[in-house]
């Protein structure tokens, strides 16, 4: 094992460093705040630590130090789609015309920024079959809860207030149930069949005139392609229900079928999954919802509205022979979900990465992403268990139940000893019907030979496992940490630093 | 692009798969294959990508113009540091720290972007952060919601217009119904009716925001807080310009126990409107009920200190349908850029930059308001921005500034009818004494002009 | 472990302790063991009346979540308070100091519709 380095020495909190008085000068001193408010509005102390310029950087950079990313080494974090975010993104983003651009700005003069969303709009709606997108939501949460409040919207203006009923496999993201309940809506959960899909059958058993929503991931988050989506789609609207698709899993057939083709009317984006904006930690995300043609009047407000500009010159590019403005007035509209229009800076980079691919380029993303999982598949396949082991799209799931019967060795076990290997964990125990989950997805941006290192370690973590279990129950062992002790965190809560004095918290 | 894969490469791979070719390989049933061209934008090399987006970008000329925009936006200076370190790769390119053993660092800035907002805002606990200030107040009132099983909420009419809109939207998903309270002459929230209206414990949540969407420091009566405290009613703060936070008293000061707000401020750009970093934060009783990611400090198996994702069985993942909200991302990148900003800012700098912008506003306000025409609306006490009534039409105005490369001010007609005469203005600690000058003279001419445009 | 004798049980795995019309209530050996750690019980308020079989609470492990269903109906006279300072009581003493909720029993017939300990036993074992 690698010695330990410096990294591991705990890193103290940036409020245990510094002194009062050791300021950086970004901005003049500035008089006492007496001079311009009552005392009684202004506050007894400020107790936040000075620190000089060059022990913040230093602060920052080791905790960077102590921080697995993309960049870091392979991710194959299982329905996060980890793939490359390449840095000219960042770069369009942080133009000052970009960047620092005041959302109450007038229409007139940021009709560059209503243009790029006007772009990436129109390319996604094509991309994925919709009538059109609203690229308010924040995230693919939000996006969801944005989409059934369309749908209860239009329910409403249909006069259907009795359909309260939102069906979910149970192979769905766990935002999916909580979505629907934020809404109102109560959960009816679908089993998936022996093939791991959702059955028409078992989905016609649910249906009714309470049917509000039919919430579906495809491919599934087993990574398998529902391909009785277009009769499924049949059934719900025969009722009279809509058909939402959650895009978590569109890195997998992006330019090679639409869901508005399949038969959704509501869908959403990560384009921090699919269109390489970074994931920065957690977030910030972009979760555009796309809606069919009759649900167009429901999206969210403001919308990017366009029209002709007369006085374009005519050999411009389409989009710049048009005007744009925000659009507030959608009488049906369920209102704004957000403080301002869109995650702007977002779209530039989701917009960026549109222009570097095209049409084409992007079909042959989804192509490589599902090729890369195959790959992976069969290699992995070789030394664990592929629950439902046929062609997969770009993830998929294994099982480490026979290897735990064996050993004891379980997934979080494996997980964690490809820690020590310089890989980051796949998704683990989840989707939750299969035991001792482990769900991999290597994204198009991984070489072959990087896949084939990757198997290796976990085919040698796998051999060890057989033969010495307790050498991988021990990982890892060169992280900054050892395991962690869960159960003290969160039965004793401690959530924040105190100063000096203060109560602590038990 | 960005795929690595030579021909030879997809060759070998397809054959240990045993199919084919990629065709093959991707196929979809016949009934949902593609049969449409995409109309998409052009694939561009990346110089070209490069000159594209500084095309939009030179269209975007309310960028370089003199703004006194603010109202849940706010431009202040930004260190370089900031951005040197935010944009390592590490931090960039992390995903939600699951695996907490290679996630120490994240983990250790969220505990401190934490503890920042706790030490800010005064209250016990907060959390990993929310989307922006507008989504915090909806979760925010949907805590109170829960703890209290009401389905009515207070909300004074000087709250963040935008807010308001999007905790309504929330509100309908909900069937929770929102009263407001009405706007005293002073410009602060007229609360002589709070006592009275708690009274019945009807109401889950009274909510005030401060400083107020017209600028002006708002703050729950003593007398009008104990009344809500009584009544198990939950005081919520929503502070949309969290700078204000370096000088004002804070919302545990007037009874808050729930505060929720937008830190966009502390070093995030404009950017026309995000990503944006909202904040949740509470007293202790409200621990269970708070939304999204919490970060919690503990020991690893040798009983070194260690971080990690914490009292994760709140969230969606696990509960479900039952969680306390749907949120699964937090904006932690956002964040991050607020806790280094605040890092390299300190308590000093901080009150630097609030005094600053308490200074630049007053300077503001007194030249604009010594202009025959306009007018200060309100005389409360504000903190970087305020309203001015115009005796000209304000789009007219603010059109006629536009032609002079000024962006004035947010105009109020279209959130409150009442005061369609009038708009937002707002300084900061970059608005400089030529700016102002600038504006001034600009306003004068406007203002006696016979005709505008 | 074998199921005290003296003790009623529901499927859902909590178990219930008559004495005269007070029933106190706490999950059961066999359920804390498959929750693993547990971090937080969430129960009702005294003075709460509730019903026979109806969700009045949770019981959080780390990362499992799991609903509490009460096998009388009555009235909650008093709750473990020092369960939110020692969740681990329930891990512990499953049975003796890990017991959740006191109820003042409306309808003593219910009794009949829950189960033995060997009835449990048998259920737990299929």
């Given at each position: 094992?690698?010695?330990?380095?410096?990294?591991?020495?705990?890193?103290?909190?940036?409020?245990?460093?510094?002194?009062?008085?050791?300021?950086n000068r970004y901005v003049e001193?500035g008089?006492?705040?007496?001079?311009?408010?009552?005392?009684?509005?202004?506050?007894?102390?400020?107790?936040?630590?000075?620190?000089?310029?060059?022990?913040?950087?230093?602060?920052?950079?080791?905790?960077?130090?102590?921080?697995?990313?993309?960049?870091?080494?392979?991710?194959?974090?299982?329905?996060?789609?980890?793939?490359?975010?390449?840095?000219?993104?960042?770069?369009?983003?942080?133009?000052?015309?970009?960047r620092d651009?005041?959302?109450?700005?007038?229409?007139?003069?940021?009709?560059?920024?209503?243009?790029?969303?006007?772009?990436?709009?129109?390319?996604?709606?094509?991309?994925?079959?919709?009538?059109?997108?609203?690229?308010?939501?924040?995230?693919?949460?939000?996006?969801?809860?944005?989409?059934?409040?369309?749908?209860?919207?239009?329910?409403?203006?249909?006069?259907?207030?009795?359909?309260?009923?939102?069906?979910?496999?149970?192979?769905?993201?766990?935002?999916?149930?909580?979505?629907?309940?934020?809404?109102?809506?109560?959960?009816?959960?679908?089993?998936?069949?022996?093939?791991?899909?959702?059955?028409?059958?078992?989905?016609?058993?649910?249906?009714?005139?309470?049917?509000?929503?039919?919430?579906?991931?495809?491919?599934?988050?087993?990574?398998?392609?529902?391909?009785?989506?277009?009769?499924?789609?049949?059934?719900?609207?025969?009722?009279?229900?809509?058909?939402?698709?959650?895009?978590?899993?569109?890195?997998?057939?992006?330019?090679?079928?639409?869901?508005?083709?399949?038969?959704?009317?509501?869908?959403?984006?990560?384009?921090?999954?699919?269109?390489?904006?970074?994931?920065?930690?957690?977030?910030?995300?972009?979760?555009?919802?796309?809606?069919?043609?009759?649900?167009?009047?429901?999206?969210?407000?403001?919308?990017?509205?366009?029209?002709?500009?007369?006085?374009?010159?005519?050999?411009?590019?389409?989009?710049?022979?048009?005007?744009?403005?925000?659009?507030?007035?959608?009488?049906?509209?369920?209102?704004?979900?957000?403080?301002?229009?869109?995650?702007?800076?977002?779209?530039?980079?989701?917009?960026?990465?549109?222009?570097?691919?095209?049409?084409?380029?992007?079909?042959?993303?989804?192509?490589?992403?599902?090729?890369?999982?195959?790959?992976?598949?069969?290699?992995?396949?070789?030394?664990?268990?592929?629950?439902?082991?046929?062609?997969?799209?770009?993830?998929?799931?294994?099982?480490?139940?026979?290897?735990?019967?064996?050993?004891?060795?379980?997934?979080?076990?494996?997980?964690?000893?490809?820690?020590?290997?310089?890989?980051?964990?796949?998704?683990?125990?989840?989707?939750?019907?299969?035991?001792?989950?482990?769900?991999?997805?290597?994204?198009?941006?991984?070489?072959?030979?990087?896949?084939?290192?990757?198997?290796?370690?976990?085919?040698?973590?796998?051999?060890?496992?057989?033969?010495?279990?307790?050498?991988?129950?021990?990982?890892?062992?060169?992280?900054?940490?050892?395991?962690?002790?869960?159960?003290?965190?969160?039965?004793?809560?401690?959530?924040?630093?105190?100063?000096?004095?203060?109560?602590?918290?038990? | 692009?960005?795929?690595?894969?030579?021909?030879?490469?997809?060759?070998?791979?397809?054959?240990?798969?045993?199919?084919?070719?990629?065709?093959?390989?991707?196929?979809?049933?016949?009934?949902?294959?593609?049969?449409?061209?995409?109309?998409?934008?052009?694939?561009?090399?990346?110089?070209?990508?490069?000159?594209?987006?500084?095309?939009?970008?030179?269209?975007?000329?309310?960028?370089?113009?003199?703004?006194?925009?603010?109202?849940?936006?706010y431009r202040h200076y930004v260190p370089p540091a900031v951005a040197?370190?935010?944009?390592?790769?590490?931090?960039?390119?992390?995903?939600?720290?699951?695996?907490?053993?290679?996630?120490?660092?994240?983990?250790?800035?969220?505990?401190?972007?934490?503890?920042?907002?706790?030490?800010?805002?005064?209250?016990?606990?907060?959390?990993?952060?929310?989307?922006?200030?507008?989504?915090?107040?909806?979760?925010?009132?949907?805590?109170?919601?829960?703890?209290?099983?009401?389905?009515?909420?207070?909300?004074?009419?000087?709250?963040?217009?935008?807010?308001?809109?999007?905790?309504?939207?929330?509100?309908?998903?909900?069937?929770?119904?929102?009263?407001?309270?009405?706007?005293?002459?002073?410009?602060?929230?007229?609360?002589?009716?709070?006592?009275?209206?708690?009274?019945?414990?009807?109401?889950?949540?009274?909510?005030?925001?401060?400083?107020?969407?017209?600028?002006?420091?708002?703050?729950?009566?003593?007398?009008?807080?104990?009344?809500?405290?009584?009544?198990?009613?939950?005081?919520?703060?929503?502070?949309?310009?969290?700078m204000?936070?370096g000088?004002?008293?804070?919302?545990?000061?007037?009874?808050?126990?729930?505060?929720?707000?937008?830190?966009?401020s502390f070093g995030n750009a404009l950017?026309?409107?995000?990503?944006?970093?909202?904040?949740?934060?509470?007293?202790?009783?409200?621990?269970?009920?708070?939304?999204?990611?919490?970060?919690?400090?503990?020991?690893?198996?040798?009983?070194?200190?260690?971080?990690?994702?914490?009292?994760?069985?709140?969230?969606?993942?696990?509960?479900?349908?039952?969680?306390?909200?749907?949120?699964?991302?937090?904006?932690?990148?956002?964040?991050?850029?607020?806790?280094?900003y605040?890092?390299l800012l300190?308590?000093?700098g901080l009150?630097d930059v609030a005094a600053l912008n308490?200074?630049r506003?007053?300077?503001?306000?007194?030249?604009?308001?010594?202009?025959?025409?306009?007018?200060?609306?309100?005389?409360?006490?504000?903190?970087n921005?305020?309203?001015?009534?115009?005796?000209?039409?304000?789009?007219?105005?603010?059109?006629?500034?536009?032609?002079?490369?000024?962006?004035?001010?947010?105009?109020?007609?279209?959130?409150?009818?009442?005061?369609?005469?009038?708009?937002?203005?707002?300084a900061t600690e970059l608005t400089t004494?030529?700016?102002?000058?600038?504006?001034?003279?600009?306003?004068?001419?406007?203002?006696?002009?016979?005709?505008?445009? | 472990?074998?199921?005290?004798?003296?003790?009623?049980?529901?499927?859902?795995?909590?178990?219930?302790?008559?004495?005269?019309?007070?029933?106190?209530?706490?999950?059961?050996?066999?359920?804390?063991?498959?929750?693993?750690?547990?971090?937080?019980?969430?129960?009702?308020?005294?003075?709460?009346?509730?019903?026979?079989?109806?969700?009045?609470?949770?019981?959080?492990?780390?990362?499992?979540?799991?609903?509490?269903?009460?096998?009388?109906?009555?009235?909650?006279?008093?709750?473990?308070?020092?369960?939110?300072?020692?969740?681990?009581?329930?891990?512990?003493?499953?049975?003796?100091?890990?017991?959740?909720?006191?109820?003042?029993?409306?309808?003593?017939?219910?009794?009949?519709?829950?189960?033995?300990?060997?009835?449990?036993?048998?259920?737990?074992?299929?």
């Amino acid at each position: 094992m690698p010695p330990r380095s410096s990294d591991h020495c705990a890193a103290p909190l940036i409020f245990e460093q510094g002194a009062l008085g050791r300021a950086n000068r970004y901005v003049e001193s500035g008089k006492p705040l007496e001079t311009f408010l009552p005392h009684r509005l202004l506050r007894d102390d400020l107790p936040l630590p000075d620190n000089s310029e060059l022990d913040v950087v230093r602060h920052f950079t080791r905790l960077s130090h102590r921080t697995f990313g993309i960049d870091t080494g392979f991710y194959p974090l299982g329905s996060c789609t980890m793939k490359y975010n390449p840095r000219v993104n960042d770069a369009m983003a942080n133009l000052p015309g970009m960047r620092d651009l005041h959302p109450w700005t007038d229409d007139a003069l940021a009709q560059g920024a209503l243009q790029v969303m006007y772009e990436l709009e129109r390319s996604l709606s094509s991309l994925f079959g919709m009538a059109a997108f609203s690229l308010n939501p924040s995230a693919g949460a939000h996006a969801e809860l944005t989409a059934l409040l369309i749908a209860k919207r239009y329910f409403k203006e249909l006069g259907q207030t009795r359909r309260d009923k939102v069906i979910v496999p149970d192979t769905a993201h766990g935002t999916n149930p909580a979505s629907a309940a934020m809404c109102g809506f109560k959960v009816i959960s679908l089993p998936s069949d022996a093939r791991g899909r959702v059955s028409l059958a078992e989905i016609e058993k649910v249906l009714g005139d309470d049917t509000a929503v039919c919430m579906m991931t495809n491919p599934n988050t087993l990574g398998l392609f529902e391909d009785d989506i277009r009769r499924i789609a049949a059934a719900v609207h025969a009722v009279g229900g809509l058909m939402y698709y959650d895009g978590a899993n569109a890195n997998a057939l992006m330019g090679n079928a639409r869901p508005g083709d399949m038969g959704f009317d509501l869908m959403h984006l990560n384009l921090h999954k699919t269109f390489t904006i970074p994931h920065g930690g957690g977030g910030a995300g972009h979760g555009p919802v796309g809606v069919a043609a009759h649900l167009v009047e429901y999206l969210p407000t403001p919308v990017v509205a366009w029209q002709a500009d007369p006085d374009a010159d005519p050999s411009l590019a389409p989009s710049d022979r048009l005007r744009f403005r925000l659009d507030f007035d959608r009488p049906k509209s369920v209102g704004p979900v957000r403080s301002f229009w869109s995650n702007f800076a977002h779209a530039v980079r989701a917009l960026s990465y549109i222009y570097a691919n095209g049409a084409q380029g992007l079909t042959k993303v989804s192509q490589l992403a599902v090729l890369n999982a195959n790959y992976l598949r069969v290699k992995i396949g070789e030394f664990l268990d592929i629950p439902y082991d046929e062609p997969c799209r770009h993830e998929f799931v294994a099982s480490a139940a026979g290897l735990k019967k064996r050993t004891g060795v379980r997934a979080l076990d494996l997980a964690k000893a490809l820690l020590d290997r310089g890989y980051h964990a796949p998704t683990i125990y989840f989707p939750l019907l299969v035991p001792e989950c482990l769900m991999f997805e290597p994204t198009e941006t991984e070489s072959k030979e990087t896949l084939d290192g990757f198997v290796a370690a976990l085919r040698e973590i796998v051999q060890t496992a057989e033969r010495d279990p307790e050498a991988v129950l021990a990982a890892p062992v060169t992280t900054v940490v050892g395991r962690i002790d869960e159960t003290r965190a969160a039965r004793y809560p401690n959530l924040r630093w105190r100063p000096r004095g203060e109560a602590l918290q038990r | 692009m960005y795929t690595p894969h030579t021909q030879a490469d997809i060759a070998a791979m397809l054959e240990t798969i045993g199919v084919a070719s990629l065709d093959d390989l991707i196929r979809v049933p016949d009934d949902v294959a593609l049969k449409v061209p995409l109309d998409i934008v052009p694939a561009l090399p990346e110089y070209q990508i490069a000159r594209r987006f500084a095309h939009f970008a030179e269209k975007n000329s309310g960028a370089r113009a003199t703004s006194f925009l603010g109202a849940g936006a706010y431009r202040h200076y930004v260190p370089p540091a900031v951005a040197a370190l935010a944009m390592r790769g590490e931090f960039l390119t992390a995903y939600t720290p699951y695996q907490a053993e290679v996630s120490q660092g994240y983990l250790q800035t969220i505990y401190e972007w934490q503890t920042y907002i706790c030490l800010l805002t005064g209250m016990d606990i907060a959390n990993a952060s929310v989307y922006d200030g507008a989504t915090a107040l909806a979760e925010g009132a949907i805590m109170a919601i829960n703890e209290t099983g009401r389905t009515r909420l207070l909300v004074s009419r000087a709250v963040n217009p935008n807010y308001r809109a999007v905790l309504q939207t929330y509100c309908s998903g909900l069937d929770v119904a929102i009263d407001e309270l009405p706007i005293a002459a002073d410009g602060g929230t007229d609360c002589s009716g709070v006592a009275a209206a708690v009274a019945d414990k009807n109401y889950a949540a009274v909510i005030l925001q401060s400083p107020n969407f017209f600028g002006v420091v708002d703050t729950l009566p003593k007398a009008a807080g104990q009344a809500a405290l009584a009544s198990e009613t939950v005081p919520i703060a929503v502070i949309a310009e969290a700078m204000a936070l370096g000088a004002l008293a804070t919302p545990a000061s007037w009874d808050a126990q729930i505060v929720v707000g937008e830190a966009q401020s502390f070093g995030n750009a404009l950017a026309y409107g995000g990503p944006y970093v909202g904040f949740i934060a509470a007293t202790e009783k409200h621990l269970r009920r708070i939304p999204g990611r919490l970060v919690g400090k503990t020991v690893d198996k040798h009983g070194e200190p260690a971080f990690t994702l914490t009292l994760q069985a709140r969230e969606q993942h696990i509960r479900r349908e039952r969680a306390t909200s749907n949120i699964c991302s937090n904006q932690a990148h956002c964040a991050l850029i607020a806790t280094i900003y605040l890092a390299l800012l300190g308590s000093t700098g901080l009150r630097d930059v609030a005094a600053l912008n308490l200074e630049r506003s007053r300077e503001l306000a007194s030249a604009v308001g010594g202009i025959d025409g306009c007018e200060l609306r309100f005389n409360g006490p504000f903190f970087n921005e305020f309203v001015v009534r115009l005796r000209r039409p304000v789009e007219e105005v603010l059109a006629a500034l536009r032609t002079r490369h000024i962006l004035g001010g947010v105009p109020l007609g279209r959130f409150y009818p009442e005061y369609a005469d009038s708009m937002v203005m707002t300084a900061t600690e970059l608005t400089t004494t030529g700016e102002i000058a600038s504006l001034t003279a600009a306003l004068k001419e406007i203002m006696h002009a016979p005709a505008l445009v | 472990m074998a199921q005290p004798e003296h003790l009623l049980y529901t499927k859902e795995h909590e178990w219930v302790k008559l004495d005269g019309d007070i029933a106190t209530i706490g999950i059961t050996d066999h359920a804390q063991h498959s929750l693993g750690d547990i971090v937080y019980v969430e129960l009702p308020k005294v003075g709460r009346h509730i019903e026979q079989f109806a969700n009045i609470g949770v019981v959080e492990s780390v990362k499992a979540v799991s609903d509490l269903f009460t096998p009388v109906s009555g009235e909650v006279t008093e709750v473990n308070a020092e369960l939110d300072a020692d969740p681990a009581a329930v891990n512990r003493d499953a049975y003796g100091a890990g017991w959740f909720i006191k109820v003042k029993m409306s309808d003593p017939a219910e009794q009949k519709k829950l189960l033995s300990a060997a009835e449990y036993e048998r259920l737990n074992a299929e």
